[in-house]
Antibody, heavy 119, light 108 residues
Framework: EVLLLESGGGLVQPGGSLRLSCAVSGFTFSNYVMSWVRQAPGKGLEWVSVITGSGESTHLADSVQGRFSISRDNSRNTLYLQMNSLSVEDTAKYYC????????????WGQGTLVTVST | EIVLTQSPGILSLSPGERATLSCRASQSVRSGFLAWYQQRPGQAPRLLLYGASNRATGIPDRFSGSGSGTDFILTISRLEPEDFAVYCCQQYGSSPLTFGGGTTVEIK
């Protein structure tokens, strides 16, 4: 069974930092592209970042470019999202998602972790 | 960036009825690279369809998809109680990946 479990969310002040983690099981982690997708309260889904299986290639949405970084530890089956210079607009539930092996849609999702940026 | 517009925003139907949801792209989606997801309240999204019309593993055949280019349709042939949820489309034909705003299917 494929499982993805996010952690690391919480309340942070504007300008602060957080690191999200996503522990996965049920598939060979290093073989798959992984991604972060977020959903602001009452809003639709927004793709945030993606990383190849080896971790050598990453891409970020323009909205987080220069502030967020994605990484992975294949020995620990864990995906990360380092978030710096957070703003209130980054308030959202952050989902870890597995990218299908054939194309860039998401075949499995975690339950998400909530990040709230507020004073 | 491809903008996906879903309509209607809210669809009020009764169990057993047919639901037809639209996802329109601001430009052609390459190779029909469009997916649909279901999101129940408080739950993570679940993949329903990919490649516009291919059902994901375990998805009942009452869910079907069609379309190409800029216009895509998700059809639920007979609504079951568990189908009342939000449905979202996503294009993966070009970067950045983008999602539609969602259609809420609610009980009438």
């Amino acid at each position: 069974e494929v499982l993805l479990l996010e952690s690391g969310g919480g309340l942070v002040q504007p300008g602060g930092s957080l690191r999200l983690s996503c522990a996965v099981s049920g598939f060979t982690f290093s073989n798959y592209v992984m991604s972060w997708v977020r959903q602001a309260p009452g809003k639709g889904l927004e793709w945030v970042s993606v990383i190849t299986g080896s971790g050598e290639s990453t891409h970020l949405a323009d909205s987080v470019q220069g502030r967020f970084s994605i990484s992975r530890d294949n020995s620990r089956n864990t995906l990360y999202l380092q978030m710096n210079s957070l703003s209130v607009e980054d308030t959202a539930k952050y989902y870890c998602a597995k990218v299908d092996g054939s194309a860039y849609f998401f075949d499995f999702w975690g339950q998400g972790t909530l990040v709230t940026v507020s004073t | 960036e491809i903008v996906l517009t879903q309509s209607p925003g809210i669809l009020s139907l009764s169990p057993g009825e047919r639901a037809t949801l639209s996802c329109r792209a601001s430009q052609s989606v390459r190779s029909g690279f469009l997916a649909w997801y279901q999101q129940r309240p408080g739950q993570a999204p679940r993949l329903l369809l990919y490649g516009a019309s291919n059902r994901a593993t375990g998805i009942p055949d009452r869910f079907s998809g069609s379309g190409s280019g800029t216009d895509f349709i998700l059809t639920i042939s007979r609504l079951e109680p568990e189908d009342f949820a939000v449905y979202c489309c996503q294009q993966y034909g070009s970067s950045p990946l983008t999602f539609g705003g969602g259609t809420t299917v609610e009980i009438k």
